[in-house]
């Protein structure tokens, strides 16, 4: 599941060499100082979208802080209820987005609805963003995987290529467990057989 988050990466994350003014772009090399002839004028239409992406915070694609901030609301969401702290909460996500929460406590089924009609917003999008940072984090691992096969045998390139196509296809309808216990989340991808994956295991390239 790869949904769109409240968020967008900022120009300045992208480009921290990149000093910008509202209509000019100036790069500057620390050894030579400003030079006015390296500056860029922007055209109106990149000047409204420079804005329009300063507006939104960075894009977060880490599994493991999404689940620190989905650890936090879990708590906040279970007090809200007075579920004690030390319940354990299983939830599990479709590559549709549904979510599933079970445990030792009948109060979840709210916490379950909450999710599910987004009203519990902080826990849900933190939720999405560590499926989805761990379904990228798969497909990156791929493509690492055959950029270095590829170096060693040119002759794959294209067998390579189309088996991190296949890759990307499959992990995009990766299920998403999470496990909270003692007051600590962990999460993981889960596959087509109900199996629960670490984002690079069972990745292995076509043997020629």
């Known amino acids: 599941m790869i949904n769109p988050l409240n968020s967008a990466q900022s120009v300045h994350n992208r480009y921290p060499e990149a000093s910008t003014s509202p209509n000019s772009l100036v790069k500057t090399d620390p050894a030579k100082g400003s030079d006015p002839s390296d500056q860029v004028t922007l055209s109106e239409p990149a000047q409204k979208a420079q804005k329009l992406l ?29 579920i004690p702290p030390n319940t354990k909460v299983s939830i599990s996500s ?21 999710i599910n009609e987004g009203t519990a917003k902080e826990l849900r999008n933190s939720l999405v963003g560590a499926h989805n940072g761990s379904i990228i984090q798969r497909i990156g691992a791929a493509v690492e995987m055959a950029m270095r096969g590829a170096d060693q045998n040119p002759g794959m390139t294209d067998t390579y290529y189309s088996w991190v196509r296949s890759v990307a296809s499959e992990a995009q309808g990766f299920g998403y467990a999470v496990n909270f216990d003692e007051g600590v989340i962990t999460g993981s991808l889960v596959n087509s057989l109900g199996e629960r994956i670490a984002g690079d295991e069972r990745l292995s390239l076509p043997i020629g």
């Open 94 to 114: 479709d590559s549709k987005g549904q979510f599933t929460v079970s445990g030792d406590h009948p109060l979840l089924a709210e916490v379950e609805t909450e």
């Open 54 to 82: 300063s507006e939104f915070p960075p894009l977060i694609l880490d599994p493991d802080v999404h689940l620190k901030n989905a650890e936090g609301a879990l708590k906040d969401l279970l007090a809200k209820y007075n």
